[in-house]
Every structure is written in C-alpha cells, then in structure tokens.
C-alpha cells in the first residue's frame, strides 16, 4: 500500500510538467510541513476532519492569509487524489478557512481632504448643495459619525461645540465635540434650508434634507453622495466608512487617548480601536483633526 509521501512524489512528478519551479520549491515546502504536522505517512489518515484540524492548528501561529497560503497546497494534493482516483471522495468540500484578514486601511491625508471640498463644489449644482454634502462629509471626517447618524441628526443635536448623537448603534447616546467651522457650516446650511424663503419654510427638525422635495435625506442619498465622489473626485478608496477610519487614525496621531476615541466613536471596547493604534504608526501624515479635540482641560 502506498503511502502519503508516495503520492505526494507522483503529484510533484505531475505538476513539474506544467508549472513553474518556483511554483513545484512551493509544493514540496508546504505538503512537508504538512506531513511533520501530520507525524505520520499512513494514507488513511487524509480525511475532511484531519484537514480541519491541520487549519486549527495553524490559526494559533499565524494570520489568516498565511493559513491560507499554507492550506492551499495540501488542498490542490488532495483534490488531485481524487481526480486521479487514489480517494473515493474529494475530502476538500465543505472544509472551510477562517475569513481574511481586514485589508489596511489608509486614511485620507490633508491635500486628499482638500481635493474632496474642491470636488464638492464643483460637482454640486449650486451653493446650498455644495454647503450640504460638504457638511455630511465633514461630519462623517472630522466628527467620526456614521451614516445612519449623520441621516437622524437633528437641529436641537447641535451645540456651539458639541453634537448629542441620540439612538447610535447598540441604541446607545453620545456626545461627540463640534470644530466650530463646521458648526457655522451647519448653522449656515439650516438656516437656508428651512427659512431662506417663506414658501420653503420646512417644519422638519431634520437637519439634512433633500434637494428635490425638502424630505429628509436617506442612507441611499449618503451612498450615492459617496459613489458621485468617488468617480469625480479620483480618490479610489474614498467611501464613508473609510472617513470614520481617518477620524480614530488621526485623534490617536495627534495625541488623543483610547477612553475618549472608545466615547467619540461609540465602541463598546477597545477591540477595534487597536487598529486604528497600529494605522496611526504606519500613517503619519494623516489628516488632522480639529484643535477642539485636543485641548488640555483647564486647571
């Protein structure tokens, strides 16, 4: 009866035909760490839960994308197996890998910032509107709110210096501090938009409201506000998530402490924000936040 090291020596014989060296070196380092794993050249043994347990052993000495890396070679040997008829079964299907690593998220620096306002204007058809989206996305940068949060915000959340964000995520309030321009932004904004004229007058509380009809805006006009952004502006990444990334990068750049970025952005832990620790090493010309967030309390 053959054994594991036999097969593996006709799958290297047939993937030498057709694939590059560097490719067959890949092979035969990989199958070999999984035979050391393995402690055994029994045939027998490769089976769906011994491929399951090869993963469980990895994810406790690297990330997931190396598990992949490592998994990927033993996969193609097994699945070659059974095409060749040495397994009944093709023992792959159904064994899973644990999900990918989050891919690095780089936050906008300061001339991205300015090339978005610039895109702002010019793709807005007039000055409210631009005054508008340039407003959401400021909230969304330098504020650190979500969409949903930006869509519920209302004219009595606003303070000369802070936002009263009511019914956030997990149903949770918090207080997030306000750069004074973008209070008068928002103020100069409200005030156009509910009493420029007497026939517009709008009893909505809403902050935000559409163009069109004076309703409040929606997560979908966030959404597309970000995709016309994306296409004009020539900022590949740039998406709302990805200015709440630059807020929490940019408050720990500058020298804000885990407690109160945990506040700001309304985590239940520190889990996710060490993430952002890690950005603001890697990043150093993030775009910076506004003074108000890094005032030294009075003693």
Known sequence: MNTISDYIKLFIQDRKVYCEDVTVQSYIFYLGRFTKWLDSDDFDLLNKQTLRDYIYSLRYRMKNTSIATNYRPVKAFCKWLYQEDYLEKDITIGVKLPKKDPAIVEPLTAPEVKQIDDTIINMSLNNHLALRNYCIFHLMLDCGLRRKEVVQLHRLDIKSDRLIIHNAKNNKDR??????????????????????????KNSSSSVFLDMYDNDPITLNTIKCFYQDLKSLSGIERIHGHLCRHTFATSYLQYGGDMEKLRLYMGHADYEILKNYLHLSLIYPDVYKLDDIFFKKPDT
């Open 175 to 200: 207080i997030v501090l306000l750069p004074s321009f973008l209070y008068f932004s928002l103020r100069n904004y409200y005030n156009e938009s509910h009493y420029a004229h007497d026939y517009v």
